[in-house]
């Protein structure tokens, strides 16, 4: 039988190399790890609340994951290309630190939902970065240096960087309040 732990054993040999190969995401999805920790851990919370693992379980699950998360953090995490994934990476290393209770974070949990919601969380924290990053780039203030400070006023926007075209109107409407 396979001693692949992901296969199990309804096989009566290991995957072809070259889909071992093909199925290896750990590449990728190595960048995943705040989101796939910190969904783990959202995971176990519910479990605990609701009763289907203890909270003393809750609590050795989520110690581990930050165990995990500071290792990767540190760089003295080692990523394993055979147990393919981010998920499987993070499982193995929990059941090292803390035994069987780290099997019990899949429950009520498919590998479809871990995936899911981690590319989730990861586009979200993207959209996040993204626009903070806009954000800081693209925030224009003007103050009419005139005493008539209400009805139109032109604006000139003028940009350094070579290539870039602004799209501006050329100018607003400054209402009295109440106007």
Do not use: C
Not at 96 to 106: D, K
């Amino acid at each position: 039988m396979s001693s692949n732990k992901m296969w199990g054993g309804r096989f009566g040999a290991d995957p072809d190399p070259i889909m071992a190969e093909i199925n290896a995401s750990i590449d990728f999805d190595r960048h995943l790890y705040r989101q796939d920790i910190a969904a783990s851990k959202a995971h176990a919370a519910m479990l605990a609340k609701t009763g289907i693992i203890t909270a003393q379980d809750a609590k050795r699950i989520a110690h581990g994951l930050d165990t995990i998360l500071s290792e990767i953090e540190a760089g003295k995490f080692t990523f394993k290309r055979a147990l393919e994934d981010i998920h499987m990476n993070v499982e193995s290393r929990l059941a090292e630190l803390i035994g069987p209770a780290a099997g019990r974070l899949h429950t009520a949990r498919s590998r479809n939902d871990q995936v899911s919601t981690d590319f989730r969380l990861w586009i979200r924290d993207a959209i996040d970065e993204i626009g903070a990053e806009l954000h800081g780039q693209y925030i224009l203030s003007y103050r009419p240096s005139s005493s008539a400070q209400y009805g139109y006023h032109e604006i000139e926007v003028r940009v350094t960087r070579p290539n870039l075209t602004v799209r501006a109107r050329p100018g607003y409407y400054l209402t009295a309040p109440g106007g």
